[in-house]
């Protein structure tokens, strides 16, 4: 056979061909093309591009509508696998409403802070003064709390340093939250959104800038049971102890936390009293009982003893 003769029909169309399939066409081949028939060449070019400017469009107009959702939930997937930043805004969000109390306390006659709270400052002075806390009427909690608020009788900024204080307890429980979901297996991000409804909740944070001493209690519970989950038995029956001392409601998670520390050991042959008991529930009930006694007995003795003594010598007739 002879040599193939490439017919002018022929390369222009396989030019056409690779053309609009995209393909890299050999420079030769072209230059030959161009040469036989440049003006179909240049048509079929640009019948190529026709083709493709129409999908280019709807793909450049289709890139705006979607960029900003992506944009917002990459943004906000990004700030909740921080902790730190979480944390940060929550600790932002309770220094402004401190300083909004402060400004409202001085210009509104509607007070911000708590009217329980101004009952917590008058107890610490009336322990800066050597007197009992409940010489102060409608004084009904521990004197540990009068104590912790002692700072307040400084005077000047030192008066908001209960409720910065009842605000850090917020943020330390949402901490724990976190802890608590982690070591559940759950990964950081889908864990501090879960915890984020605590610290970055208005209502919570607006209790605890206002006075309340609730953002103590909770701490306390939480730590109770992050405690527990890390079986560490002796640390939960303290907690457990001190926050029925700090206030009575916490004694209902006893139950729970009696009956969620089973023994692994079998239950044939037992009586009723020995499959209740094991190490970790008397453990657990003597640390909290202890803790507890402890407690009272202590602000016992220092406080109500001493206040009923001196109400019955002053009653004696002189």
């Known amino acids: 056979m002879g040599p193939v003769r490439l017919t002018p029909l022929s390369s ?9 399939a995209g393909l890299p066409a050999r420079q030769d081949r072209h230059h030959l093309a161009s040469q036989l028939h440049p003006a179909s060449t240049k048509d079929q070019t640009r019948r190529c591009a026709d083709k493709r400017r129409p999908q280019e ?5 289709g890139i705006p509508s979607i960029t900003p959702a992506y944009a917002s939930m990459a943004s906000l997937a990004a700030f909740f696998s921080r902790p730190w930043a979480v944390l940060s805004a929550s600790i932002l969000l309770r220094l402004g409403l401190l300083f909004y109390g ?5 210009n509104s006659p509607v007070k911000y802070t708590d009217i329980d709270y101004l009952v917590f400052t008058d107890a610490a002075r009336y322990l800066a003064s050597d ?25 000047g900024l030192w008066f908001e340093f209960g409720k910065a204080l009842f605000a850090a307890g917020d943020v330390v429980t949402g901490w724990l ?22 610290l970055l909740n208005p209502m919570v944070a607006n209790i605890s800038t206002r006075g309340s001493s609730e953002g103590l209690v909770v701490v306390i519970v939480v730590a109770l049971l992050w405690a527990t989950l890390q079986r ?42 020995q499959g209740l008991l094991n190490v970790d529930r008397v453990t657990l009930a003597l640390s909290s009982f202890l803790t507890f006694m402890l407690l ?3 602000m016992f003795t220092q406080y109500v003893f001493t206040a009923r003594h001196l109400a019955i010598i002053d009653a004696e007739p002189r």
């Open 12 to 20: 222009s169309v396989a030019v056409g061909r690779a053309t609009c």
């Open 57 to 61: 469009e709807e793909i450049t107009l």
């Open 102 to 106: 402060r400004w409202q306390d001085a």
């Open 131 to 155: 007197r009992s806390p409940y010489e102060r009427a409608t004084y009904r909690y521990t004197p540990l709390l009068a104590w912790l608020l002692y700072p307040t009788t400084w005077g």
């Open 177 to 198: 939250i976190f802890r608590i979901l982690r070591g559940k297996g759950m990964n950081v991000e889908r864990s501090m959104k879960f915890a984020s409804i605590w």
């Open 232 to 273: 560490r038995i002796v640390l939960a029956g303290c907690l457990l102890g001190f926050g029925v001392h700090f206030k009575i409601y916490p004694f209902i998670y006893a139950a729970s936390i009696f009956w969620w520390l089973d023994g692994a050991t079998s239950k044939r042959d037992t009586s009723l009293l």
């Open 296 to 298: 009272n007995s202590v």
